[in-house]
């Protein structure tokens, strides 16, 4: 089995800054793209960032600008800082990752979510 765990989320004014993390262990024989999802109150859950293993970068328009995703240092880590947050950038921030395990794959795996809320 895989386990993504999620960490950094917490309260910040607008304007403020934050970086979350995401680490995956288990099973892993590979990650072929980790991801940060988000999930606003009553809304549908959106993709905000990828990074592939070969370090390819994308962003949607959520993540465009302020946020920066980057793979970490330490073997299937990943972090997503975020400058010049605004109030509607409050969410529950999630992990995603495709992972090739030593059972096969790629599989779909989701952390279990961080709160980010940004408030004055």
């Known amino acids: 089995q895989v386990q993504l765990v999620e960490s950094g989320g917490g309260l910040v004014q607008p304007g403020g800054s934050l970086r979350l993390s995401c680490a995956a262990s288990g099973s892993i024989a590979s990650i072929t793209l980790m991801a940060w999802h988000r999930q606003a109150p009553g809304k549908g859950r959106e993709l905000v960032a990828t990074?592939?293993?070969?370090?390819?970068?994308n962003y949607s328009d959520s993540g465009k600008g302020r946020f920066t995703i980057s793979k970490g240092t330490a073997e299937n880590t990943m972090y997503l800082q975020m400058n010049s947050l605004k109030p509607e950038d409050t969410a529950v921030y999630y992990c995603y990752a495709n992972v090739k395990t030593y059972k096969g794959g790629p599989y779909a795996f989701w952390g279990q979510g961080t709160q980010v809320t940004v408030s004055s």
């Open positions: 990074v592939t293993n070969e370090d390819t970068r």
